[in-house]
């Protein structure tokens, strides 16, 4: 029963993907968010916990995000980080929204936006194990905000199980000269998954440093279940 139920979780995928995705059903892009919004202000404050953590993370000249979604809190990115570039990576671009846009129409929206505010930022719709960086650079961020730890999380997005290594996106991750990795994990139970990730990627314990943004001081404005666990990884 499993390996067919991932055989059909495969089979949807390459359907969005390849041909039912493609299709362009509504005209035009979706509204930017500019920033005000309560993702945005969770994502802010976010940022403010890792910068109490690492402080040089403020300095990024380039921040690649992998598994952006639509990336409607590009703007809390920008505000955070003014002085990189930023590249959105998402698998699952060509995933169709009730209002017929798709995710890749809101991330050319997000990047628009940017644009008009002076700043660099583009996207790249794939496996980021097949993304390929130019150049080192010392001032190179890569973030994960939430990704996929175990199978369940895809199996509950319609995701092949594949999705779900995130040890070997840190393998990629530390192959693409970055200087530092942050990632942010839903609760306690995927930080623990994490760690282990980190270890198996050959992250020793003492190069991590971690943070705690509690639930409760953020319910307001960010519809979570669990407290966010942050994680950074200084290459």
């Given at each position: 029963m499993i390996p067919f139920r991932s055989s059909l979780k495969e089979l949807g995928f390459s359907i969005r993907t390849q041909l039912l995705g493609r299709l362009r059903l509504r005209p035009g892009l979706?509204?930017?968010?500019?920033?005000?919004?309560?993702?945005?202000?969770?994502?802010?404050?976010?940022?403010?916990?890792?910068?109490?953590?690492?402080?040089?993370?403020?300095?990024?000249?380039?921040?690649?995000?992998?598994?952006?979604?639509?990336?409607?809190?590009?703007?809390?990115?920008?505000?955070?980080?003014?002085?990189?570039?930023?590249?959105?990576?998402?698998?699952?671009?060509?995933?169709?929204?009730?209002?017929?846009?798709?995710?890749?129409?809101?991330?050319?929206?997000?990047?628009?936006?940017?644009?008009?505010?002076?700043?660099?930022?583009?996207?790249?719709i794939g496996d980021f194990r097949d993304f390929k960086a130019v150049g080192d650079c010392d001032q190179r961020l890569i973030t994960f905000f939430y990704p996929f730890v175990s199978e369940d999380p895809c199996a509950a997005w319609g995701l092949p199980n594949r999705f779900a290594r995130f040890q070997e996106l840190l393998v990629h991750a530390r192959s693409l000269g970055a200087g530092a990795i942050l990632s942010v994990h839903q609760g306690e139970h995927e930080f623990v998954i994490a760690k282990e990730a980190y270890a198996g990627a050959g992250f020793r314990a003492e190069s991590l440093k971690t943070f705690v943004f509690p639930r409760d001081e953020f319910k307001d404005y960010w519809p979570g279940q669990f407290s966010a666990y942050g994680m950074i990884a200084q290459i």
């Open positions: 979706p509204t930017p968010l500019t920033g005000g919004d309560p993702e945005n202000r969770f994502y802010r404050e976010l940022l403010k916990r890792a910068f109490l953590t690492a402080p040089t993370l403020s300095e990024t000249a380039e921040v690649i995000d992998v598994g952006a979604r639509n990336w409607t809190y590009l703007p809390s990115l920008c505000e955070g980080f003014p002085k990189a570039a930023f590249t959105g990576i998402e698998v699952d671009g060509y995933r169709r929204y009730a209002n017929l846009y798709r995710r890749c129409d809101q991330l050319k929206s997000q990047c628009n936006y940017a644009h008009d505010g002076g700043r660099s930022a583009d996207f790249w």
